[in-house]
């Protein structure tokens, strides 16, 4: 019988797809896959074409890699990000970034976590895409 896969990693890069799927004991590779990047729309239809290089089954944990995705980290005086709830703080750091990454803020989407406080500025772990 063959093994389930723990972890299943998904890589999109410029040039290529890439799966591969893990053991929970120590990590060992179950399987690899991989083709050329092709001309896809957007991302969701690329994600699709990346889990369908392997088996249907996934991983109980995967982790989505892509070079597409831009991402740095920000600081901003605590009193700026302060009162404001998870919506509202995306949107203010969207727009923060914006010169920095190129990216239109109203046509970009935002994870972000903080990471530290110090000096009277809030450090946060930014992602746009």
Known sequence: MARRAA???LLITRDILLRADLTRDGGALLGSWSQPRPELPDMPSLAEATLLLGPPRLGQRVWFLCTDLWTQTLELPLGKAAGLGPKE???ALNFEVETLSGLQAVEALLGHQAVADR???TCFWVTQA
């Open 119 to 121: 000096g009277g500025q």
């Open 7 to 9: 972890t299943t990693i």
């Open 89 to 91: 703080l995306a949107g």
